[in-house]
């Protein structure tokens, strides 16, 4: 584990040095408060520091106020080293946003000690990140087909949108509604409907960019953006899509079924203001017409 010492004093620094080396730790250097600052300011910053609080340039203090004044940051643990021992020096080192406080000269099992409570608060803390990451991305999936949930795509939509409208660049959409598919559910039940939907939305992410994105807009109604293209790009990829979902059958539990698709495209222009409902609104109808004019089609 990477950690930062921040110490004016030369033999100060070097003990800290070797002593962290040997238990095992990257040590990363700064000889006073400003360096450190800049080396916790790194996108790889040290998550563990030793601050010493009389430094030239800033001091241990003035390094934790600025360290807790920002967010967003992945959280620092901070062990502020001083001389002072005085009570009211610690707690004016703790309220500075220092999460531990030991005095010079330091007895070195007492620093090991105190740096393993730290990397535990840090374990916790990343294992906290993780949880509510995994349960943010879970909020935004379907469950059924792990693709993106109808709020989840609209918000990737209109981020794309506004990004098309700074670019100058254009954005197609295509809505996929499978054909006929309550027939397949009545025959063969809901599982294997269930099946039919997990297959065909692994093959449609199977077939997209990195930067374009699939989701699920209603029952086996889904939306797929394709940033970058415009309407002739899109009816491309709507067919190709079209021809992916319909050629080869579908595995269910029931025996393997033929379904076909109807898709719907349609695309930014470039003289139009870039909103999002008339676009779904003319995906829709292009949809509706695709069915209307017999389905397993693309109209535009
Ligand atoms: P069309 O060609 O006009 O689209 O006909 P359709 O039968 O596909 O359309 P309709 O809207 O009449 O029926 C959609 C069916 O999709 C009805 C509904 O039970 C089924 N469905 C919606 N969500 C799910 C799901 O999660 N699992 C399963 N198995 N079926 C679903
Ligand atoms: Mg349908």
Redo the contacts with the bound molecule.
Sequence with gaps: MKILIAEDDAISRRLLDTILKKWGYEVVVAQDGARAWEELQKEDAPRLAILDWMMPEMDGVEVCGKVRERTGSPYVYILLLSAKSQREDLVRGMESGADDYITKPFDANELKVRLRAGRRILDLQTQLMSAQEALKDQAARDP?TGIWNRNAIFDLFRRELARAERECTQVAIVMI?????????DTF??????A??REFTRRIAASLRPYDAVGRY????FLVLLPGCDLEAGMRHAERLRMLLTEEAFDTSEGRHITTC?LGVAATSASQPKSSDPLIRAADAALYRA?RNG?NRVEA
């Design positions: 059924l509604d499978i054909d006929h598919f309550k027939n397949l559910n039940g809901h599982m294997a409907g269930d039919v939907l209603g029952g086996e109604e109807s069915k389905r």
